[in-house]
């Protein structure tokens, strides 16, 4: 009944990537201690992981009862309103996030993110911008602009952008993806197919 030994081991799995071995351990880790906040949290992004987002939002929603002052509840439940397309209610709470931890990069690059599916493209950037000056180095921040870029047809800039991200991060799938695909746009077929094969096989 030892729940941190379940709550280590889940995380062990994650990053081994056998997520549903790592969600029966958190589970396990919330049956012998039902507020155990931190296993809920891993649990719910297992659950998104998954695919099991209706789960995920269970968790986020025991999370706002559990922890409502912890901007990792509203984290969450951004990622799983995000998920299910409900775009206006993920804003909400990644902003609500954000007040909680207002130097965290990444709530703000959750926020651009938003607004880049809801075609604003200018305030996605300013929002970029902001989370630039407090992390110069988070890649997601490169890899929105490309995103952005290439919606906007500046697919130079685009691959600009995604290579920064790759240079900080060489190990997310998403980016060689996104590679390929602004290289097709340039006309450089072979190379772009290569890299989303490269990007398949990766994730």
């Known amino acids: 009944t030892y729940v941190d030994a379940y709550y280590n081991k889940g995380l062990a799995h994650v990053q081994l990537i056998q997520v549903e071995e790592g969600i029966s351990d958190f589970s396990l880790a919330i049956q012998y201690q039902p507020d155990y906040a931190d296993a809920y949290f891993q649990r719910g992004l297992s659950y998104l992981d998954n695919g099991e987002f209706y789960k995920a939002r269970e ?56 607004f880049f599916y809801l075609k604003d493209f200018e305030y996605a950037k300013l929002l970029l911008e902001k ?64 890299l989303i094969n490269q990007s398949i096989k990766m994730d």
């Not at 929105?144 to 290579?163: C, Q, R």
């Open 59 to 114: 968790d986020a929603n025991k999370l706002k009862s559990l922890e409502p002052k912890n901007w990792e509840t509203f984290f969450l439940s951004g990622l799983v309103e995000e998920k299910l397309k409900n775009l206006d209610q993920a804003l909400i709470e990644f902003q609500k996030a954000t007040e909680l931890e207002p130097e965290n990069s990444d709530l703000i690059v959750n926020q651009a993110t938003i």
């Open 131 to 194: 989370a630039e000056v407090i992390n110069p180095t988070e890649p997601n921040i490169h890899n929105t602009y490309s995103m952005i870029y290439f919606e906007e047809g500046k697919y130079k800039a685009a691959l600009n952008a995604v290579d920064k991200a790759i240079t900080l991060n060489n190990r997310q799938a998403y980016y060689y993806n996104n590679k390929g695909l602004y290289l097709l746009y340039l006309g450089q077929l072979e190379d772009g197919l290569e």
